[in-house]
């Protein structure tokens, strides 16, 4: 069923792959920069290592990180492990004892040998699935999308120097096809988007193609938050609200830049779109990205606002300079020590967007509609 | 039309057409010299630039390579108003690739700038066994609709500069670059449009 053609290089590559800490192959120095997504930061280089099969490598890679953990990682995974209970039975009791502590340990990072238990536990999801029996397998068994061609051309395309998606046909890609085939049936009026795949892919790194299914479903239809499936409707009404909103913050708190933006005519869409589409799961070193993924799921989207204020104020002096082209190119490439989460997250904690974000939101609506009644008119057969 | 003297031109260039045609892989192609089997599929869009020397002027392109699915077609117009040229490109092993290259024909020519250079790129010729829309219906319509049409392969690099060339010979070149930031994108009154647009 698959037309794409086939290519003898495929499969597994023949020259064995070095690939970071979460599984994507290194870049050769040479390599295009700027079209394939950068790498981690050079703190994971040493975790580097090479084999036959690389998948195979990536597992053992998890399995060895957790027994040398050093001794403070372990305690902060004892504490996560206490605060969870077994099977994640003390959660909902501490939070709502506790949601200090646990938005503060949260911020700081959840350990990744939990972080796919946490994520589902944190947005909700963890409930759907259980409130849900058999309904993923009705819909990827026995439901049919209109959108499975459209999946099948980007499968190839979505984290394509991962080892998990590299392989043609391979348990990551059929995983893959399966969670966006069966959310575009659940949801038909959303189907299937480009950029979609990047968040069920960073999900399926951390949990069962079931999991992320629902985790997708928490997200989008709202189980926690408000929900986000405004994104990815006809018109992408989320976004152009989104990125009004961004507009507007970054001139209201970084006036030089929003200035300087303005006479060099930079749109919000010509770089923050990904931003908000994929939730920086798209073209991103993957280290940031879980960090900030741990704090949306928790928080919220105003998450994203923030980290792409304190991207833009931590770059503001260097960007005021450019002009457009080399600003275009600048507000893609940030430099890696902007990357770095535990100097990037404090900042973007300290700037407060709430409270904007609720009055541009009104603005918005004042000019646009509200969000719902756009949604309702663009579904409105023409 | 041209005067002489060397010249240094910027212009604004858009890619559009369906997933998967290949407009990231013509780009890399075109700015880099590489292919990638598999390249990442774009999300929102993305910008690159690239100069050509033709006769007595050099052009720089300043390239907007654009998301190819439909739903993102909200954003699109941002990145074709006020585009001096715009490549849309299809997949030759692909006929509702071809249906949607015309579509963005149409949309162009109703909504984009009326001197737009437009070029019909038929990709993927490396493909020939695969082929499902034929050289002559392609260029039949490309001629109809005053459009220059070339079939390329990004993979094999067949024609790739070639295209990009020919829509650098076709710019018209009565103004010189004068804003060196000088790109309309924003959907903002036309006042400052008019100004900073290289060719309208």
New interface residues.
Partial sequence: MEKKRVDEHEAVPAALPKVDRFGFVKQEANSPDGFTRSKSASEYESCSFSGDDPLGLFVAYFLKKFRVSDAREERRIRKWRKMIGVGGNDWKHYVRRKPHVVKRRIRKGIPDCLRGLVWQLISGSRDLLLMNPGVYEQLVIYETSASELDIIRDISRTFPSHVFFQQRHGPGQRSLYNVLKAYSVYDRDVGYVQGMGFVAGLLLLYMSEEDAFWLLVALLKGAVHAPMEGLYLVGLPLVQQYLFQLDNLVKEQLPRLGEHFAQEMINPSMYASQWFITVFSYSFPFHLALRIWDVFLFEGVKIVFKVGLALLKYCQDDLVKLPFEKLIHALRNFPEDAMNPDMLLPMAYSIKVSKPLEELKEEYEKQNGKLSERVKEELQPS | MASSGNKSINAKLVLLGD??AGK?SLV?RFV?G?F??????????????QTVAVNDATVKF?IWDT???E??H??AP?YYRGAAAAIIVYDI??QASFDRAKKWVQELQSQGNPNMVMALAGNKSD?LD?KKVASEEARTYAQENGLFFIETSAKTATNVNDLFYEIATRLPRLQPAQN????????RPAD?ASS?SCCS
């Fill in positions: 997933v998967g990231s890399l880099k590489q990638v089997e598999f390249q990442e599929s774009t999300i929102g869009a993305a910008f690159f630039s300043e998301a190819g699915q739903r993102y909200s954003l941002m092993t692909n493909l695969s060196p930031s000088g790109m309309v994108l924003v959907d400052r900073a």
